[in-house]
């Protein structure tokens, strides 16, 4: 049993895995972690692997104690990985950009493929069906896009996400609705089309706390997986144990 901790902007994700199954993940909160996990180690005393994966602020005091409760992995620019990475400053492409390619290679080999994870950040990763990987876009996601409005402007509200009922807004939040949301539909149609012209055989992942809400928008075909990340977290430790 192996055990994941991915570490994002707003949440930590734990998952479990046993044989490529997933058995058990939780959503928790970065104060609570280190309970957490030492929770789920009594519940599932087979754990003796662990992965970090983090771009949020885990503490190193965490990273610690949770070093000494597993044989673990803490996924950086030096660690062994399933392509050849080509783009131009691998130290800074993020953890969790690599575990998404990561997860492309083990699911889709050979095959030219867009990860497009919509979050805090919408990114866009493009690996070819030689196995490298080139790179791809960070844009602001749903929930940022919302906060700017509100943040840099004097007047706007802050609003929920919510599916406009039409493009043509007949009010302040009905607009800001419309703006927001066929914004980021038509940045990604936009992208995965812009993608298609060059790459003809080409496997479309949505991932990202957002996927629900987004997929059935989507005008492009798609393969939909919430899990994507820690499946590719999974697979690094995998493959960094053989």
């Known amino acids: 049993m192996h055990l994941i901790v ?15 199954l997933l058995m058990d993940k939780q959503v928790v909160n970065l104060d609570n972690v280190l309970k957490e996990i030492k929770q789920l180690k009594n519940k599932y005393l087979e754990i ?8 949020g602020r885990l503490t190193k005091r965490d990273t610690v104690a949770i070093s000494k409760l597993f044989d673990l992995t803490i996924l950086n620019s030096e660690t062994k990985l399933p392509f050849t990475n080509l783009y131009e400053t691998p130290k800074t492409l993020g953890v969790d950009r690599i575990a998404l390619v990561c ?5 889709f080999p050979n095959k030219n493929v867009l990860i497009i ?21 960070i844009s602001p996601g749903l929930r940022m896009r919302y906060a ?12 929920n ?3 406009p009922e039409s493009i043509i807004g007949n009010s302040t939040k009905s607009s800001i609705h419309s703006g927001v949301v066929y914004g980021v539909l038509n940045e990604i149609d936009g992208n995965i089309a812009t993608y298609k012209e060059k790459y003809l055989d080409l496997t479309i992942i949505l991932t990202g706390g957002d996927t629900n809400f987004l997929s059935k928008q ?4 798609i393969f939909v997986n919430s899990n994507f990340l820690l499946e590719g977290l999974y697979y690094i430790l995998q493959f960094n144990s053989n």
């Not at 994870?117 to 876009?137: Q, S, V």
């Open 48 to 55: 003796k692997k662990a992965i970090i994966s983090s771009v």
């Open 103 to 107: 997860a492309s290679v083990k699911q």
């Open 218 to 221: 989507l005008k492009s075909s």
């Open 148 to 159: 700017a409005l509100n943040n840099l402007t004097a007047n706007l509200p802050l609003l």
């Open 6 to 20: 991915d570490v994002g902007n707003s949440f930590v994700k734990l998952a479990v895995f046993k044989e490529d």
């Open 161 to 163: 996400t919510e599916m």
């Open 117 to 137: 994870d919509a979050g805090t950040c919408i990114t866009y990763d493009f690996i070819t069906a030689n196995n490298e990987y080139l790179g791809g876009a």
